[in-house]
């Protein structure tokens, strides 16, 4: 392990990145979840190898902090010893309640496998980016509606079949709908999109995808007769129909799909996005009923906790009756197997211990990485800002807003645009309205002082908000200059 990934790529236990407080390694176990005992092993692992720092990401990956090169591999000697295979390869993701939930259409794990194999069949999985991902969801209590993915598989009912629909690009709201098609039908596609993304190169996602392959994908099922519209060669000549090989396999004599091949040349998106309002997905904190026993969702407070508190609530889960313990997304923990009387203590106890018990709790509305003092690229100390806001002016931190507090203008914990986002430099702590960490403040204040500010914009949407109106529609409509204004004065 001589080398370590650069930022942007996916800090696996064999490729950790370094960071602003040393290495940091993430674990997603191939089994999808761990039993206890293996949760507080790696918390005593935490401790002992790093800075004691444990996280949950957004996407429910599992993280530690603060390694060195020589730690990180008696950490991973000690993955090994407690039995935890961790996923390696392209992420197919599923919800984290796959297969147990009775409300779901259909347990995705099937076809999850399968395109799984089929990826590593069709040799893409070292020309593919770390970032490149696809979600197959099942539907049910928790959907992957809020992940983002370059392929998205969400199954629904037609009478007594499953289908399966494909899209790409985006979150649930965001991503460009395809088709409609049985099991078999969403594996060909979903391999065929990502060997499309894999002949633009490793920086290359399903965004850089051009209209006429978008649209041969879109033509590409069983149900009808596929688009007579052949993609266009490298050579610029166009692609004639075959049937010697496989799409996926490319091995000639295989019994072949009706299907259109597909250009490896890629081009620019010129896409829509999925029009509609989205329901918002539920979150993972709380009571779930499953197909045996119950499941109780806490969450990290802005996805970090000291690894101690996991081991000490992991303790507890085990001795009240925990089966298994799933990683979720939105950075949550999901402890499996529990009566009703077992959750109501559980929570009651993660409580004690400063997690997040409530999906009304306001700390589920901010996005703040490590800061000060334990991330050395920090500028504030972002997480104390955090929780003083989250005290102090909870009344505007309602759905439709998320704050992102950031140490420095990586914006490690918030890639994305943000109503209010505030991010440390030399300056202090800088305002960026509707935008991101990298974009330039249009207001300061001591970093010490930044959750005041906050205080006073805070206070204004109190002041102006109309009946009915969200806090995001409100700054709005106060603007941008105003919001720095309120922010700078207060």
């Not at 990683?327 to 529990?338: H, I, K, T, W």
């Not at 690229?377 to 309602?398: H, N, Q, Y």
Request: hydrophobic share 40%.
């Amino acid at each position: 392990m001589n080398a370590f990934s650069r930022r942007g790529a996916c800090p696996a236990l064999s490729a950790p990145m370094q960071t602003g407080d040393g290495l940091l390694v993430r674990l997603n176990p191939v089994a999808g979840g761990l039993v206890p005992k293996a949760l507080i092993g790696l918390g005593e692992s935490a401790l002992r190898h790093g800075n004691g720092i444990m996280e949950v990401t957004a996407r429910g990956s599992l993280q530690i902090r603060g390694l060195t090169a020589e730690s990180v591999r008696l950490l991973a000697a000690e993955v090994d010893a407690l039995g935890i295979a961790v996923r390696s390869g392209v992420p197919v993701e599923i919800g984290p309640l796959a297969g147990i939930d009775p409300l779901e259409i259909t347990d995705p794990t099937s076809l999850a496998d399968m395109i799984r194999v089929a990826i590593e069949e069709a040799g893409l999985t070292g020309r593919l980016g770390p970032k490149v991902s696809v979600v197959v969801d099942g539907s049910g209590q928790l959907t992957m509606d809020a992940v983002t993915a370059d392929v998205r598989l969400k199954a629904l009912r037609a009478g007594d079949k499953v289908l399966w629909r494909v899209s790409v690009a985006g979150d649930a709201h965001s991503a460009r709908p395809l088709t409609t098609v049985d099991e078999d039908a969403a594996r060909d596609i979903a391999v065929a999109a990502l060997r499309m993304v894999a002949e633009k190169g490793r920086e290359a996602h399903t965004r850089d995808m051009s209209a006429r392959q978008l649209a041969s994908l879109a033509g590409w099922h069983s149900f009808a007769p596929p688009s007579v519209l052949p993609d266009i060669s490298p050579r610029r000549g166009e692609i004639a129909l075959s049937s010697a090989a496989s799409p996926i396999s490319n091995v000639a004599g295989e019994k072949p799909a009706q299907k259109l091949p597909i250009s490896p040349q890629v081009g620019e998106m010129s896409g829509r996005t999925e029009g509609g309002a989205v329901e918002r997905p539920r979150s993972p904190i709380g009571h779930f009923p499953l197909n045996n026993g119950h499941a109780l969702g806490i969450a990290l407070p802005f996805g970090s906790m000291p690894a101690q508190n996991i081991i000490d609530l992991s303790r507890q889960s085990s001795d009240l009756g925990t089966t298994e313990i799933r990683l979720a997304p939105s950075r949550a923990l999901l402890f499996l197997g529990l009566s009703p009387s077992a959750c109501a203590n559980l929570q009651s106890f993660a409580t004690t211990l400063g997690f997040v018990t409530s999906p009304a709790d306001p700390r589920t509305r901010i996005a703040a990485c490590p800061g000060t003092p334990a991330c050395a690229s920090g500028r504030i100390a972002t997480r104390a800002i955090a929780e003083t806001v989250a005290k102090e002016s909870a009344d505007f931190l309602d759905p439709s807003l998320t704050l992102h507090i950031s140490g420095c203008a990586k914006g490690c914990a918030h890639p994305g645009s943000a109503m209010l986002t505030l991010v440390g430099d030399e300056n202090g702590a800088g305002l960026v309205v509707d935008g991101t960490a990298k974009a330039l403040p249009a207001g300061y204040r001591p970093g010490y002082d930044a959750a005041r500010g906050v205080a006073g914009i805070a206070a204004a949407i109190h002041r102006e908000r109309h009946p009915g109106e969200t806090a995001a529609a409100c700054l709005a409509r106060l603007g941008a200059a105003d919001i720095a204004e309120l922010y700078r004065r207060n």
